[in-house]
């Protein structure tokens, strides 16, 4: 199974800062890697799928990228509602997989 | 707008089966394949299974294949997850979702000890 990788765990950040979040697969992937945002008691919201796309709704600061087995989620200049956990997910192979997660905290 | 509503979570024994259910509504669903996807107490969120959208293909993660069984009632929009020998790692909340993993049901919570 492809296994993804995230760093960092945790990224203490200021509002208005630029976050960078890594996701390193263990093998190369296709073009089909998604990322995903969840807050406390919610589910995951779907925030790019296909490595850049960003899903409806999703504002332009989140910006995804990468390819082969290093992907990077951006969000550029966090607002407060950003703060939570992010996952990527791999949809090239079977079973389908998600990384560990990074927390997005407030610095 | 697509609405998912899982159910038929609780307390069960260990070696124990339970049955969870997704409602969907909102959209195609005998067009749309769906997901089953868990999130353990304070983890990370694992994928289980998918059901095409006419029930020919069906996916399973390893750790569940054998002991899960996913099926589908397209006249009635749901889906089903027959979860048999659960084990205490099996505690977590169980979300269905689209194919896409565009739309969430808000989970249902199982508790195996």
């Known amino acids: 199974e492809i296994v993804l990788t995230q760093s960092p765990a945790t990224l203490s950040l200021s509002p208005g800062e630029k976050a960078t979040l890594s996701c390193r697969a263990s093998q190369n992937v296709c073009i089909d890697l998604a990322w995903f945002q969840q807050k406390p008691g919610q589910p995951p919201r779907l925030l790019i799928y296909?490595?850049?796309n960003r899903a409806t709704g999703i504002p332009a600061r989140f910006i995804g990228s990468g390819s082969g087995t290093d992907f990077t989620l951006t969000i550029n200049s966090l607002q407060p509602e950003d703060y939570a956990v992010y996952y990527c997910?791999?949809?090239?192979?079977?079973?389908?997989?998600f990384g560990q997660g990074t927390k997005v905290e407030i610095k | 707008e697509a609405q998912l509503v899982e159910s038929g979570g609780g307390l069960v024994q260990p070696g124990g089966s339970l049955r969870l259910s997704c409602a969907a509504s909102g959209f195609s669903f005998s067009d749309n394949s769906i997901n089953w996807v868990r999130q353990a107490p304070g983890k990370g969120l694992e994928w289980l299974s998918l059901?095409?959208?006419?029930?020919?293909?069906?996916y399973y993660e390893d750790s569940v294949r054998g002991r899960f069984t996913v099926s589908r009632d397209n006249a009635k929009n749901s889906v089903s997850l027959q979860m048999n020998n659960l084990r205490v790692e099996d505690t977590a909340v169980y979300y269905c979702?689209?194919?896409?993993?565009?739309?969430w049901g808000q989970g249902t919570l199982v508790t195996v000890s």
């Open positions: 059901i095409n959208s006419d029930s020919s293909r069906i």
């Open positions: 296909a490595t850049y």
């Open positions: 979702t689209t194919g896409s993993f565009v739309s």
């Open positions: 997910q791999q949809r090239c192979d079977w079973p389908r997989t």
